[in-house]
């Protein structure tokens, strides 16, 4: 069964850094780009970052381009984002999803995990 | 950059068709995708490439796109399909994921 289960979350000043992960389990990781998508409360849906099967194409949201850093281990078939400089807008859950597409990519998802909530608040 | 534009909600009664518009400049050139979301639960994709469904979904669902508009219809609406759904794209200028602002599917 493919499965992306998020860690991390939690509540964090603002100013403060947290560290998100994703672990991946029932398909080839090694072989899918994945995103970072965050959900604000009572909000829509919004895309964070991508990184390439390989990790060597990174793309970031303007929001949070220069703060956040997607990185993955694929030995350990996992999916990170390090949130540094936290402010009160980056409240939401966050989600990690895999790309539609085996060792291509379609900029789409079609595996979501459940999420995890970040907080940022004094 | 792309903004892609949803009502914020349509309702109608079991039974009928339910159709949910997503405006954006040119969208017809893109690939268009849409995800349907429960409380408390995560986006699930209903249709990608504007009209194809994923395995595993109801063909009550399925979706067009032409000109400055996608759709995204419903048949033979259930209760089980209210939701918040939402109209993606990858805007290939910038290199981003692009959202709609969402639309809350009301079942009457």
């Known amino acids: 069964e493919v499965q992306l289960v998020e860690s991390g979350g939690g509540l964090v000043q603002p100013g403060g850094s947290l560290r998100l992960s994703c672990a991946a389990s029932?398909?080839?990781?090694?072989?899918?780009?994945m995103d970072w998508v965050r959900q604000a409360p009572g909000k829509g849906l919004e895309w964070v970052a991508h990184?390439?099967?390989?990790?060597?194409?990174?793309y970031y949201a303007d929001s949070v381009k220069g703060r956040f850093t997607i990185s993955r281990d694929n030995a350990m078939k996992s999916l990170y984002l390090q949130m540094n400089s936290l402010r009160g807008e980056d409240t939401a859950v966050y989600y990690c999803a895999r790309d539609a597409y085996n060792d291509l990519w379609s900029g789409y998802w079609d595996c979501w995990g459940q999420g995890t909530p970040v907080t940022v608040s004094s | 950059s792309h903004v892609l534009t949803q009502p914020p909600s349509v309702s109608v009664a079991p039974g009928q068709t339910a159709r949910i518009p997503c405006g954006g400049k040119?969208?017809?050139?893109?690939?268009v995708q849409w995800y349907q979301q429960k409380p408390g639960q995560a986006p699930v994709l209903v249709v990608y490439d504007d009209s194809d469904r994923p395995s595993g979904i109801p063909e009550r669902f399925s979706g067009s796109n032409s000109g400055n508009t996608a759709t995204l219809t419903i048949s033979r609406v259930e209760a089980g399909d209210e939701a918040d759904y939402y109209c993606?794209?990858?805007?290939?200028?910038?290199?981003?994921?692009?959202f709609g602002g969402g639309t809350k599917l009301t079942v009457l």
């Open positions: 993606q794209l990858w805007d290939t200028s910038t290199d981003h994921g692009v």
């Open positions: 029932g398909f080839t990781f090694s072989s899918y780009e």
């Open positions: 040119n969208i017809g050139s893109k690939s």
């Open positions: 990184i390439s099967s390989s990790g060597d194409t990174i």
